[in-house]
């Protein structure tokens, strides 16, 4: 069976006749696109959608309760420096990874009332060789690379890297930076 295409002879022939070949080169593209991973690989828009999943997945902890129910264990000690404050770290090694919508830490600042308020989430994800010298699995997340690798912060944690996200908090340094000059552990 032979398939023979015929010579256009209209405008709206060559109209007709690129269509024709344009969708089934269209289709093998989409095809042959990656599906896997967030979707923050797509750009702003995209990075805009997975950081209100974040939001959304974590508004029930401003509750800290809520978290310590969700499996996070509580850091009793504000973590402050010179660059600024990242906080209570709630941390929940089950949720280790990239899904927008589990974020492995909560970060919670002190409020005014004498508790604490959510201030940002952090994802984590391990270090696939456990050396702090090589970072060829760094992962990305909002269209961001992830600090690290790094030591663990507590006994037990592996070498990992890890993404602030200031989810709840302005910080003047951006959304994404590790420490937030704007927030204090008083």
């Not at 269509?19 to 990656?34: D, F, K, R």
């Not at 750009?43 to 029930?60: E, I, K, Y």
């Amino acid at each position: 069976m032979s398939t023979t295409i015929q010579r256009p002879t209209s405008r709206r022939s060559h109209r007709r006749l690129a269509v024709a070949l344009c969708l089934p080169v269209g289709a093998l593209v989409a095809l042959l696109s990656p599906l896997g991973g967030s979707a923050t690989a797509g750009g702003p828009s995209a990075r805009n959608t997975d950081l209100a999943a974040a939001r959304q997945a974590t508004a029930s902890f401003h509750d800290v309760q809520a978290a310590r129910d969700a499996g996070y264990g509580a850091d009793v000690e504000c973590v402050e420096s010179p660059a600024g404050v990242m906080g209570f770290h709630h941390v929940n090694p089950a949720r280790f990874g990239t899904d927008p919508r589990r974020p492995a830490g909560l970060l919670y600042v002190p409020s005014s009332n004498g508790g604490v308020r959510l201030a940002g989430v952090e994802y984590i994800v391990v270090d696939a060789d456990g050396l702090v010298s090589t970072d060829s699995d760094r992962p990305t997340m909002f269209g961001r690379p992830f600090d690290g690798p790094m030591r663990g912060h507590f006994e037990g944690m592996p070498v990992h890297y890890d993404l602030h996200v200031w989810t709840w908090a302005h910080n003047p340094d951006g959304i994404f930076a590790q420490w937030n000059p704007a927030l204090s552990c008083t």
